[in-house]
């Protein structure tokens, strides 16, 4: 795994071995993509309505690659202001204080239900974020789906592997960076 600069100081993605683009730039591919899209919500379509209430596909790939547009831009606005502690919250809800190498979620803006996008980052320090992957989550937990349970899943793969080496903040996963 290499870790590919966004915005200086603020913003990394994880680049997993074999993978052509990071897990930035992964997600919101696939959210711009209503092929993609359309094959994903047809394969969840049971969630979608469950938890939604929406049974029309192509309302849902439209407010998906609306919202995308719009949480793109937020993290990369945010991230050249170092201001990314506005958007990205812990992934558990009842943690309240920053832990070690914390796992964080970002999501997109509520239009007329709460967003199913999240983006997943590991906070190696102050508004210093390294993006692990992101999702469409329309179930409640990730552990629900496989597709969210993977995610879970890469967060820890990133995780262990900066303990591993050391990272304990930002400037020992720059110090990393520059050993790669």
């Not at 999501?107 to 239900?113: A, D, F, L, T, W």
């Not at 996008?117 to 179930?139: D, N, P, W």
Request: glycine share 4%.
């Amino acid at each position: 795994m290499t870790f590919d600069l966004i915005i200086p100081d603020s913003l990394w993605a994880v680049r997993y071995d074999g993978e052509e683009e990071n897990a930035f730039y992964q997600a919101f591919d696939k959210w711009s993509d209503p092929i993609w899209l359309r094959d994903f919500f047809f394969q969840n379509k049971n969630d979608l309505n469950e938890h939604f209430k929406i049974t029309n596909i192509d309302k849902a790939i439209y407010e998906t690659i609306d919202n995308a547009d719009k949480l793109q831009c937020l993290i990369l606005d945010l991230a050249l202001e170092s201001n990314l502690e506005q958007v990205f919250r812990p992934l558990e809800p009842s943690r309240t204080g920053d832990v070690l190498l914390g796992k964080e979620k970002a999501k997109g803006e509520p239009v007329r239900h709460s967003s199913w996008l999240r983006i997943y980052a590991i906070k190696v320090g102050e508004s210093t974020y390294i993006i692990t992957g992101g999702a469409i989550k329309l179930t409640a937990t990730m552990q629900e789906r496989e597709h969210t349970l993977a995610e879970l899943q890469k967060m820890e793969i990133v995780r262990n592997h900066l303990i591993s080496e050391g990272v304990v903040d930002t400037e020992g996963f720059i110090d990393l960076i520059q050993t790669l």
